[in-house]
């Protein structure tokens, strides 16, 4: 559990750093970046839940 919320603010904080980097330099690289990895944080995320939900309605 410590893993996962340890790769998710890494994810959500390299995301941020690339929007800052594009709102600095301008290159459309950094938005893509940042786009992408907020899009792979999301996922993981609801992915990691659905999965506790599924772990709940099991017991």
Known sequence: MAVFRALMLLM???SGISFVL???TGQMRYR???LTLLTWTLAAGFV???VLIAERLME
């Open 12 to 14: 959500l904080v390299a």
């Open 22 to 24: 594009y709102a600095t």
């Open 32 to 34: 893509r970046l940042g």
């Open 48 to 50: 990691f839940f659905a």
